[in-house]
């Protein structure tokens, strides 16, 4: 596609169910990140995957937040058992290949809108 | 871990003047700096970047600054438009890792006409 592409763009979900956000990359990028964006802030890291490897997920805030990419390209990111402060934008990304070297942007889906109500 | 501040949070210029946003970075191992856009209810579009290698880069009416000894870099927005109205993130490549991203928390720029 022309961009990263995220569903769904808004979900609302009650306290307590679970919830899988999904990332189509750019066609051709390796790299895919997970990014965390609340209001007034600036993206905060989740994970990262080159290919199907999910190479660091230190930013994942517990264990009730997973993310895989089994074909090496979409990824879908899993929030079990969602809490109210679980709401915020999640972004993901992409980049032709992994690292910041001259010429290798990274792009960023438009988001998705969770609320946990 | 890496921290990225970034100042003013609020910035408000008249149309044609200069805009300079600011942010210090903690790891001295970061070595990737780029600078993102977000317009309401946009995603983070990529303006502009630089390298540890590099002092200064320039792309038309934006340049950026980068001084590694003080850890700070700067964005430069020259002949200002209201177009240029957003909010502003720049990031830090989070020490020996060559793909996470700190990010600032972002100012947001007004240009009025």
């Known amino acids: 596609g022309a961009g990263v592409s995220q569903s769904p763009r808004y979900k609302v979900t009650k306290r307590g169910q679970d919830v899988a956000l999904r990332c189509d990359p750019i066609?051709?990028?390796?790299?895919l990140y997970w990014y965390r964006q609340a209001l007034g802030q600036g993206p905060e890291f989740l994970t990262y995957f080159n290919y199907e490897a999910q190479q660091d997920k230190s930013g994942l805030p517990n264990d009730r937040f997973s993310a895989e990419r089994p074909e090496g390209s979409i990824s879908t990111l899993t929030i079990q058992r969602t809490e109210q402060r679980d709401s915020a934008m999640y972004r993901c990304?992409?980049?032709?290949?992994?690292?910041?070297?001259?010429?290798?942007?990274?792009?960023f889906g438009e988001g998705s809108w969770l609320t946990v109500v | 871990g890496e921290n990225v501040e970034q100042h003013p949070s609020t910035l408000s210029v008249q149309e044609g003047d200069s805009a300079v946003i600011k942010c210090t970075y903690s790891?001295?191992?970061?070595?990737?700096f780029p600078w993102y856009k977000q317009e309401l209810g946009k995603r983070p579009q990529l303006i502009i970047d630089i390298r540890s290698n590099v002092g200064e880069k320039k792309d038309q009416r934006i340049a950026v600054t980068l001084n590694k000894t003080a850890k700070h870099f700067s964005l430069h927005i020259t002949e200002t438009q209201p177009e240029d109205s957003a909010v502003y993130f720049c990031a830090a490549s989070s020490g020996g890792s060559n793909y996470k991203l700190t990010f600032g928390k972002g100012t947001l720029l007004t240009v009025n006409p």
């Open positions: 990304a992409s980049s032709f290949a992994g690292g910041t070297y001259s010429g290798n942007t990274i792009y």
């Open positions: 066609s051709g990028h390796v790299s």
């Open positions: 790891d001295s191992a970061s070595n990737y």
